[in-house]
Every structure is written in C-alpha cells, then in structure tokens.
C-alpha cells in the first residue's frame, strides 16, 4: 500500500507491521483511530504501543501561542506566507523553509503540519488568498512539492490542503463549487496532482465546501476514484476542523480521520453502524490501515534517536525568513530608477502609514505568535544608523473592526507581567476555588472543543480576568466586546459592556457584540476586570476586548501632519496595506480597495513629495489609484517577522528584488475573470463560469490590460534573452528539450526568474493563449551570461477531454514562449508536434 517507509525492510516490511498490529485491534479500537482525541490528538492505543498522532496549525510556521491539552505552547518563527513563498518563484529556497518548519513542528512535540495551502486563487476578494500560492496550478504545484519535501525529509509530515475547490470563505460550510470536468481537471487538481504523485504527503485535508453538490468529506469520486485511486495517495484523508457531517457516507466516501475530537459521528455512531450492519468492518479496516501506516512512517514506534532533533527560534531560522522576504518581495515600479535608495544622498526620511510601526500578517489558523517581529520603522532605524534623520507619522487607522487591546497597555494586577490574570473555574458561576490560574496577553480567546487547558471541562466553566489598563494617549476611546456565551467588562468597579449568545454552538456563528465609549487619560491607571460563562454543554465558546481612539470632528489632524513630514522629507516611504488579521479565513473582503483614508493619504503625500515610494503589505491585489502619482512601487505581502530587515534591505540596495507577482492584479475588480460567477454574502451555489479562463488564462484571452500581468517584478538590473534552441519537431509522449541563454546586461548582481508558457495553436476546443509550463530562477552577476534548459513532457502540450476522460496532446503546432512575465515574452519559437 505504501510507496515509501521508515524502517529497512521497505513497503513490504512496512505492510506486515501494518496488518500485524490491525489484527490485534478490536473494532472499538479501531473505530477510536478515526477520530481525534481533542484539537489536535489522534487517538493511542497504549497496550500496542499505538501513539497517537499530534498535529499543528501551519503553514508558514507552528501555531503553538494558546495552550491546549496535550500541546506544548511558545513562540515560533514567523515565515513569510504562501503567496510570498510563491512570489519567490524559487522551489530550492522553498524546500529549506520546509526542513526549518519541520525542525520547529518537532521542537513544539508535533508531528503532522498543517498545510500547505495549494487551492488556486480564482478571484482578488478570497479571505485566504495569502496562505494559497497562485492563480497557476503549474506555479503552484511547484511551489507545493517543495515545501512537502522539505517539511517531509525531516519525518514530520504535512496535509495537502484544501481537497478541493476551496476558492472562497463566505459560506464555506455548505456552499456548493460547480465546476466542470476540465477545469477542474486543469485547473484546481494539477497542483494537489503533482504534490500526491511526486511526495506522498501524509495526509490530505479535505475542504468545508461542497463540490458539484456533494461535501468534500464524503466526496466518493474525488477522494476515491481520484486522489486514492488515479493518483495513488498512500496517506490518510483527514477532515477539516468540524467540516465531517455524516457517519458511513462518509467513510465510504474516503473520509479516514474526524477531526477535531471528541468525535461528532466517527465515535460510538461508527460503531453502532457496524454492529447494525450499515457498514462492513472491512471498510473501517482500510482506513485504519492508512492510519497506522502514517503513524509507523512517523518513526514514533520505532527507537527516539531514529528521529531528526527539532529546533525553534534559531538564528538560522531567522535568516531564512529574512532571505525568503527578500526573494519573494515584488518591485512594481521604479520610476527614473529612483530605487535602490543611496543612504549617504539623503538627510530627512519620512516614514508614513499605518504599517509602518508593525510587522502586519492575515489571521486564522495561520496566525502566528513569534519571538518578535521586525517593524519597517525599526529595520530602517537599524539600516540607516549614524545616517540620516528618521521621521514618522502614521498618517491615519486601515483597521475595519477595531484591533484587540493592546498587550502593552495592560499589566498584570501585581505589575509582573504585561497582559491579564486569568483565573478559571469548572462551574458557570465563578464559584469556589479556580482551578487554573494563569497570564494571557491579551483579551482575546477562541475555545472550540476543548476548553483553555486539560483541567477545564468543555461545557461547564467560566473565567475572570483582571488588569490594569493605560492607554499612551489621551483622548475619547471606543471599547467593543465580542463573545459567544455571557460576558461582562467592568472598569473600576462599574459595568462597562455585557453581550450575551445564547445560541453560539458552532464556531463560525456570528457573535454577539456591543460598544461603549468613554474618555481616558494618558498615564492614568483603570482597573479592567472581565468575566465570562460558557454556555452549558456547548463545544464553543469566546470572547474579545477591542480598544481605539476616536476623534471628534476637526480633531484628527494625523493625514495633515504626514503631509507636512513629506513636504520637508528627501524621501517619503510610504507603508500602507491590510491591517492585522483582515485577510482571513472564515469570510472574504468586501471589495479590493485600500481601507480607510489610505488612498487619500497617498495622494496627499504624493503630491507634497515627488519621490514618494508605497510599500504594500497586502495577500491579494487592490486598486491603486493613486499609481501615476508614486515614483516606486513595492509589493511585500506579509514577510513574517523580518519584515523591517527585508524591506531595509531592498530599498537600499543590500538586496536586489527578484519576487515576481504569482496573481495577476486587475485595474478594477469587474475585470477579474470570476467577477460574474463569485460568490457574494450567503450564495451557496457558486458557478465556476469562467472555466479553464482563470487569471492570465482570462485576461490574455480577452486582451484585458491587468494593472500588472502574471509573473511581473522589475529588478535593479536588465536581462537579455538570447539563442532559444527548441526542436522543429517532436514525437508524442517523447520529452522535449528547450534552452536559452540570459544575461545579466545591467550594473547590479540579480536574480531572473526565466518563464517558459506553452501555446496550442490550433486546437479542437478552447484553449488559453499560453499556459505556464516551466520557470528557472537564475542569479547573475554583472555581465554574467547562464545557458537556461527546459524539459517538457507530454502533459505540458496537453489539455483534459472531459469525454475520452483523459488528458490529450494533439498533434499540431505549438508555440514556445519565454520571457521575464506573461506579458513580456522575449523569445518564440515553433514546434511540430506529431502523432
């Protein structure tokens, strides 16, 4: 069954251990292996030596900031996230980042990470488009090998997400993706395709959405005929967290693991079923068969020392996400080579926006907790040391909902630690004795479950939390508090808020809110206390305390200070974007503009300093209209907690960019292909419309002008194309070789990334103009000429025949097609491909 194993004897060896240990199961033993134990534990078998299995939110790094039982909790490196990764165009660089995140995954007592996140980009307002990597499934799946590898060499394993079709957020729990055969087939499986066939992930992760109609975790044609079967995955299927929604549909359908536990169906449900004959044993055998054999690939029933020693936080890990933000870091504009800025010209820096004071990333399950996280105030404070002067102002708030209060403004009420004393009780009523005293950061809590640590009980506690507030401004603030369940604020003593959801027994529910304001003053202290009760037997429950500054009106003079800073300023730099945790699961942005002023306060900015440079920080396109206004452009994404340092970096020439743009950014969202056909708030049937036309499929097919093409990034140096070499005829099925030379013409080292795109000239259906087949990333030195080589299989002239149900090279002409972006090919050539 298994293609690859840890032990000497091979898959044979690794066969009889599998059946020799189901033998000994009894069904009730085997049943408990389908399902987890809580968040993040499958189940043990302890009179076998069965262990379980421990998994980790990912995946650009080990989610471990809130304890949960059997997990240790601490802080890990902040990589940058995946659409970075993929704006990296560099799968060598990606697969060190997988052995570090692998090493970490260890160092906090796991084993399976989660991730990576392969689903396509279909359209710019998608909630977690910054964890995904493209709108290409080549790209993509490129990208998504690299990273399993990695992770994969260390004996930690990963999960393939999300099986399949996961394109949008907004009703993600039962709408319906309706795609056809080929697009499905060209399109949303390529990537998930080429990582089970050339890796063998541990597991994949089935999506919340409906395909065609039917649940992902019960989908017997995708998880069955093709991932199973067609593709050969060894691994196990394993839930997303609570999207399982029957007991032998799915099972038959080729759902192995409910997660998270205890189990909803897969528990006592799954057992009856076998004893009233609704299921045959045999099914259940299969699947605890793909179980064990995860668990003995583990190594975890085999000698400790067998196992790669893990690390977390280390100066090497650092470095690599210092040196993947800088390579995936996308110059978009550089008008009258403005950049790299020349440290030694400049007197007065200014330093504007939002973002420019925190290293911003999206939230959900990726959030991550590190050690730290490099502002692009502060790295530009330590590149420019000595230097000239530094100025700030923020210019004005990009926050939507308002930002949970602030770790620093709070103390611990014996002053020891920043944050809030918590203590918990096993009762709805605050009663007695805690049975858990501890410090929380911040106000800021999600239970789903399981309840805060193992002495909870689920269902039956709640909590009081205790602080003293000061806030470094005086001034009018806003409080809201969000919560499932009941929970009260009080501040010196009196009622501030109190919000109660009385029926919050599912996680993606909406909570209830409310507001208070009142003035506070700076330097003052306020005694902040916070109750809350879990409502009786409910597997969710949570609760959040938001602080901001309002202005009366007339009173916010921030914008009109910025623009006097870039009045008097050398240079303005510009850091704007997404706020923190905007983009993120469970929901999708409302529309691709800039939130709050911040479009104003570019132009405002623009307009009082002609060398004014944006840095974005932003997992999806916006509009910028504002473009011709700015002299430079750089796209950083979310670069993980080396944020200052990197971008320090690139703008002043330590490091030349080399990101390329893996999305195509659209000038306006109506000419995105899926515009028509995108989900919007409570669809449950979204029609994927726009076929195999996704991204630069779309827009070179209808000759629609992007803001920027696919594959774009400027660089501080030129490269020539020269001496494309490509055969005037090839055989089916034969592989075909490609070369080219490239130059560095330029005054500056730089990587390229070469691009190679494959066009059907005449064929029997539509087919987009050109198709990524094949990329190379090359460093040059000044001068420095490199021979690039391409090898192109079959699947590279191919598209699927939803009739013949298979993939089909027709003979023909081809078109080879290379270059710097989808819109900037520097080199053809013909091919005659015969039957």
Known sequence: MLTQSTDKTGAAGLEQRIEALLGQLTLREKVALLSGVDNWRTASVERLGIPCLVMTDGPHGVRADRPEPGRLT??????????????????????????????????????????????????????????????DPYLAGRIGVSFVKGVQSQKIGTSLKHYACNNHEIERNRASSNVDERTLREIYLPAFEAIVKETQPWTVMCSYNRINGVYASQNHYLLNEILKGEWGFAGFVVSDWGANHTITESLQGGLDLEMPGPPRYYGNLLAQAVYNWQIDETVIDNCVRRILGVILRSGKMDAAASLPAGAVNTVEHQQLARELAEESITLLKNAGGLLPLA???????????????????????????????????????????????????????????????????????????????????????????????????????????????????????????????????????????????????????????????????????????????????????????????????????????????????????????????????????????????????????????????????????????????????????VTMPWLSKVAALLEAYYPGQENGHAVANILFGDANPSGKLSVTFPKQLADNPAFLNSTHPGAREVTYGEGVFVGYRYYDQR?????????????????????????????????????????????????????????????????????????????????????????????????????????????????????????????????????
């Open 74 to 135: 601490g802080l890990t490196t902040f990589f940058p996230t995946g659409v970075s990764m993929a704006a990296s165009w560099n799968p060598p660089l990606i697969e060190r980042v997988g052995i570090a995140l692998a090493e970490e995954t260890r160092a906090m007592g796991c084993d399976i990470l989660l991730g990576p996140c392969v689903n396509i980009v279909r359209a710019p307002l998608a909630g977690r488009n910054f964890e995904s990597y493209s709108e």
């Open 343 to 621: 440290a030694g010209r400049l007197k007065t820096v200014a330093v504007i926006g939002p973002n420019a004071t925190v290293a911003v990333s999206g939230g959900g399950s990726s959030h991550i907790e590190s050690p730290y996280r490099v502002s692009p105030l502060e790295g530009l404070k330590a590149r420019l040391s000595g230097g000239p002067q530094i100025e700030y102002e923020q210019g004005c708030d990009n926050f939507v909902e308002p930002p949970v209060v602030k770790s620093e403004y709070l103390t611990t009420p014996d002053g020891s630690a920043h944050g809030l004393q918590g203590e918990y009780f096993n009762n709805l009523h605050l009663a007695g004795e805690p049975v858990l005293r501890r410090v929380d950061a911040q106000p800021e809590f999600r239970w789903f479950g399981r309840g805060p640590d193992e002495k909870i009980v689920m269902g039956n506690f709640s909590g009081r939390w205790t602080a003293k507030l000061c806030v470094p401004q005086s001034g009018r603030y806003s409080f809201k508090l969000t919560t499932a369940g009941v929970c009260r604020v009080y501040l010196n003593g009196a009622l501030l808020l109190e919000c109660v959801r009385a029926d919050a027994d599912r996680f993606d529910r909406v909570l209830a809110t409310g507001t208070a304001e009142m003035e506070l003053a700076a330097g003052q202290t306020y005694e902040l206390r916070a109750e809350f009760a879990q409502h009786a037997g409910q597997r969710f429950a949570a609760w959040k305390l938001s602080l901001v500054r309002v202005y009366r009106p007339g009173e916010d003079r921030r914008l009109e200070h910025a623009v006097e800073l870039a009045r008097r300023a050398d240079v303005a730099l510009l850091f704007v974007g997404m706020p923190e945790n905007y983009e993120t699961e469970g929901t999708d942005r409302p529309h691709m503009d800039l939130p709050g002023r911040q479009n104003e306060l570019i132009e405002a900015v623009a307009q009082a300093n002609r060398n004014t440079i944006v840095v974005l920080n932003a997992g999806s396109p």
């Open 703 to 835: 000759d629609v002008e992007p803001l920027f093409p696919f594959g774009f990034g400027l660089s501080y140096t030129t490269f020539e194309y020269s001496a494309l070499k490509a055969p005037a005829t090839a055989k089916k099925g034969e592989p075909v070789q490609v070369s080219l030379v490239v130059k560095n013409s330029g005054a500056h080292a730089g990587k390229e990334v070469v691009q190679l795109y494959v066009r059907d000239v005449v064929a029997s259906l539509p087919r987009p103009p050109k198709e990524l087949k094949g990329f190379q990333k090359i460093l040059l030195e000044p001068g420095e000429a490199k021979a690039v080589s391409f090898t192109l299989d079959q699947r590279a002239f191919s598209f699927y025949d939803a009739h013949q149900k298979q993939w089909v090279a027709e003979p023909g002409e081809f078109e080879i097609l290379v270059g710097s972006s989808s819109r900037d090919i520097r080199a053809k050539a013909t091919i005659a491909l015969l039957a």
